[in-house]
């Protein structure tokens, strides 16, 4: 190699060790592509957006319920309660038909609370009128709508006469003038006919 | 009275280099750290442009960090880095769009505030190397810049090139000759 050669690889050399990166090369690699634990923009997008539609959903049940979350459940049980009483007979049950109502003086239902916040499962429409549960109405539905049951095995807290099954009835006769027909008020129940005994 | 045991460049630590491996984050700084301006400066060597040069830093540190737990030691990690360095380079140059001069751009990148005079020194060492490395093809620039420039022996430059250390020697001695008949074009 000549002289010449030598000395200029040689100012090449110097000048080639001069070059420096400009800024920190860990920092431009691992704080960015290479870092795993640096969120990416539509993993940041994705949770912004998750955060918006709570944000929203949360104001949309503000405006929908009022004030707050005790109201909301008042409401709530207020419109479960006159569903479940809407569908209830207009009519009274048969059961109580002539049956008066227990007196209410002194024994009167205490009136409900009034409707706070703290009490907010307190039913306060509820009238506390023995009428109005229906307390002689078969349990299942479906009992009622078979046609082979009587009437008192529909209901059986029917509070009417018991039947009883037909006696035979002798011929009527002049020796035995209680065997000729009741007529009237006189019923079977009222002149019972006399046990035989052997 | 000790002796005092030389200081070890980080990226001959193999102790750094095993943390690296296992994923250590300040141990990868660390070696990027100790690299970054050797890779630059090769690949400035290389591609001729700033922006380019510096893209190809950051890909060499990033290939340079995928593949670092599965080197196994059989060479110097300098040598190793530099080859990733140079498969990069000449992808960026197989990008780089035809005509797209990097001579404009040509310009040294110091450490301290380039006064008049430095600026006058910048552009008689700037003439020095483009006139090294600027006329040469591709790859005798290649192994005139690792072999003169880093340093490294025919065999690293050869493993750095992938190729066999003797297409190294002639790619030099071709190299070589190019050079010195320019020199005495202009003498």
């Given at each position: 190699m000549s002289r010449l050669l030598r000395d200029e690889l040689e100012r090449a050399d110097s000048a080639y060790r001069g070059q420096r990166y400009a800024g920190d090369l860990a920092d431009d690699v691992l704080g960015s592509a290479v870092s795993p634990t640096r969120p990416s923009r539509w993993r940041i997008g994705l949770l912004g957006g998750v955060g918006l539609g709570m944000a929203a959903a949360i104001a949309l049940a503000f405006l929908l319920y009022g004030t707050g979350p005790a109201d909301h459940d008042l409401a709530k049980t207020d419109r479960l309660q006159d569903t479940v009483l809407g569908n209830q007979p207009s009519a009274q049950p048969d059961?109580?038909?002539g049956i008066e109502p227990p007196p209410t003086t002194g024994t009167a239902a205490p009136t409900p609370p009034a409707r706070t916040r703290a009490t907010p499962l307190v039913p306060p429409r509820v009238a506390m009128d023995i009428r109005r549960f229906a307390l002689s109405r078969p349990s299942l539905a479906s009992l009622t709508r078979r046609p082979d049951l009587t009437r008192s095995d529909r209901?059986?807290?029917?509070l009417t006469r018991p039947k009883r099954p037909p006696t035979p009835r002798p011929a009527a006769s002049p020796s035995n003038p209680s065997n000729a027909p009741a007529t009237g008020a006189s019923r079977w129940f009222d002149d019972p006919s006399p046990v035989e005994t052997s | 009275m000790g002796v005092t045991p030389p200081e070890r460049a980080p990226e001959d630590d193999p102790r750094l280099l095993e943390r690296a491996g296992r994923g250590d984050r300040g141990a990868q700084a660390s070696l990027i750290r100790a690299m970054q301006d050797v890779w630059y400066r090769y690949c400035w060597s290389m591609l001729r442009d700033d922006e380019m040069a510096r893209d190809a830093t950051q890909e060499t540190a990033r290939r340079f960090l995928a593949g670092l737990a599965g080197f196994?030691?059989?060479?110097r990690l300098r040598t190793w880095s530099l080859g990733i360095a140079t498969n990069v380079c000449r992808e960026f140059r197989r990008k780089r769009r035809p005509g797209m001069a990097g001579d404009a751009s040509l310009r040294l990148v110091r450490d301290d505030e380039a006064g008049p005079a430095d600026r006058a020194a910048d552009r008689e060492a700037h003439a020095a190397v483009h006139r090294v490395v600027e006329t040469l093809p591709d790859r005798q620039r290649e192994a005139v810049v690792l072999r003169y420039f880093e340093g490294l022996s025919t065999a690293e430059t050869a493993e750095a090139m992938a190729c066999s250390p003797g297409t190294v020697k002639a790619t030099l001695s071709q190299a070589l000759r190019k050079l010195r008949g320019q020199l005495e074009t202009l003498a």
């Open positions: 059961a109580t038909v209901n059986p807290l029917r | 196994r030691g059989g060479s």
